[in-house]
């Protein structure tokens, strides 16, 4: 995809006279194949170039005599399809010959008409119009521009044969269903018609990476569980597709999952409430097939219906994900908290597509919370600026008059209460910004997030019940709400903190002055009524109540460290388990880690008897967990909410962090912080101005620490033993006597 600057808004199909079409048989028949748009041109000579702007309503893929215009895939992005939908714009030179041409778009519905035809699961109903394709194409010819090849009347318009897609449910294809796509046969399909499309809509150009295919799997097992039935392994968790090679005359039924039952049949369980399942008729000739318009999170498919099992060349799993630049990596000796790295690093890819979504699988929805209680995990592994600066403008879409904002974004199916409305999902309106500015020096994110950051803080304020936050799901857990008025008005308490810290960079120090006082006031009014000055004297007496307490600011400064002792003995007696939330997790791990207790976190990451990080490891998890119990609990096996770890690895036992209050990893740190036998670790994060990386081994009693300084940069360097040592950008290399232990 050519990149495009966000004020190239008018460049799109519609400013250069295209129309939005769609098929007349589809338009007929809704819950018939689906439809396709296509039309011959003809080009006098070789294109000096091409260029081609392209929407879809919901999903499309488009080629150029017979070639995919670009490896981008499940186009376009999400968007409030009420309001807006997003072009691409794509150079498509070397695709154009001379003479006669093709250009075909076909459809899928996504979430913009998002129907149950049938009984798959389907957990956002949708309809915004019809099935629409608005496209242009612009060519120039030695320098002279040749007319632009446009949307409209003129185009042919049929069904294919894609006979269904459901976002969550599925997809079915017949081989047989005839599509002429050929020069001599587009001419002869119907002619297209002008589609109802929303009334309001705009088109608005891409901005976040595209999806393409990452990795390609082989299978590890193919194992016949009944006559005429496989099961597929491909031994890791994904997103995207499993693709088959089928022989002539073949209809097949293909069940994903994430778990299988103790007889070696799949356990379907986390894909849906209902089925999810595709169908394929390979028709007279071999066919290779994966979904067009749809894509599973799924280790396991199961594949019914053929007279000969498949071999292990003919499937294979296609891992796709949004192309963001890979920021930074983590390994250390100690193989069960590098194998966590890497299946919350897999998490995290799994969920990253045009927003960052919850699951893979049942929901597929981009639910706010986890991305700021996990930004750290995000911005460690992945460039994620334009991703989560494209989610900021989605959520300023989703805003309410009165400053109100939903569990996700766009918001097309709302959620009933009390899941709609928490304070920690609709928080990332103001977290998301300031966390972004920290990490890229981007300015603009607070600029534009301005007037929703203080619209949504003064919502919450006018929401209080006597002075608390009285509604939200609290410190969620997959499972239950849970202390629901601390951490809730806690959590405003830290809100209107930031929001004081973002309006003060902005330069406007009035309005910073009364952020900080409404904060200082939340926080003594969440105090006297949690707080009798040594102990939380009302609330659930949760660890997360504890850690969020201690941690917002609600605990005194001088009964902190009393706190962090109370904390680790529970941890500590109960077996290093912590039964906390996704919100007291972030808050627990950063209490423990400024106190020094890493011995604590460390055994903690690595429990396995009870539900946990390393219990999820011991019963097989590939990928992280929506739930400490994981593969043992059929809740989804592939979420990140729960990888606040991730940001330990690379921050305290590895080292690398920023100096408090620097923008954009220009102060930095290296504080390794050895704990758990761990003789080595590494770790580096890519920054705009060069690498940030630290590697230490302890040898023979001795420390070795190699660090890599980004340009304009500088870095404090403090060992294990208490040596400090400033340096700036380049390769540094310290020796030092080693400390068995460093740390409790």
Known sequence: MINSDPEEQRDDPLAHGARWITAPAWRTDPAGPLPVVGTVFRCPAAPVSAVLRIAGLGVFSASINDGAVSADLLEPGYSDYAQRAEFCRYDVTHLITPGDNVIMIELGPGLYRSQRLDDRWTKIKTEYGELAACASLTVEYDGRRATTVRTGFDWGATVGQTRSSNWTGGEDFDAELPLDASVDGIPGWPRAVIAAVPPRLKLSVKTTPPLRVREVLDPVELRTVTAGTQVIDFGVNFAGWAELDLPAGARVRLRPAELLHPDGTIDPRTEGWDPVYHTVAAGSRPLTWHPRFCYNGLRYVEVSGLAEPLQAGDVRGLVISAAARSAGDFACSDTKITALHTIIRRAVTSNMFSVFTDCPHREKLNFLEELHLAFPVLRWNYDVLAILSNTLRLIREAQGRDGHLPLYVPEWDPFPDPWRGDVNWGGAIIMLPWLLHRAYADESVLRDNEEAMGRYARHLLNSRTDGLIRYGLGDWDGREFRAVPLVSTATLARLLGVLAEATERLGRAADAAWWRNEARLVTERVRSEFWNDHDLTAGDGTLGELAIAARYGIVPPHRVADVVDRLE?????????????????????????????????????????????????????????????????????????????????????????????????????????????????????????????????????????????????SCLIETPDGHRQRVGAGEHVITRPARAEATR
Not at 584 to 604: K, V
Not at 689 to 706: M, P, T, Y
């Open 569 to 713: 003995r529970r941890i500590i007696e109960d077996g290093y388990v912590a039964d906390v939330g996704e919100v007291g997790l972030p808050a627990m791990l950063e209490l423990l880690a400024e106190h020094d207790r890493h011995e604590t976190i460390f055994r903690f990451a690595r429990q396995e008897e009870r539900p946990g990080y390393g219990y999820q490891l011991r019963h097989g998890a590939t990928s992280l967990t929506e739930t400490w119990d994981g593969p043992t609990y059929g809740i989804s096996q592939n979420h990140f909410m729960l990888g606040a770890i991730d940001d330990w690895f690379f921050a305290h036992l590895a080292g690398l962090q920023q100096e408090p209050g620097d923008v954009g990893f220009r102060k930095l740190i290296i504080r390794p912080r050895p704990c758990g036998g761990i003789d080595w670790a590494r770790a580096s994060h890519r920054t705009e101005r060069g690498v940030f990386a630290v590697e230490w081994r302890i040898e023979d009693d001795v420390f070795r620490l190699r660090a890599t300084v980004p340009d304009e940069s």
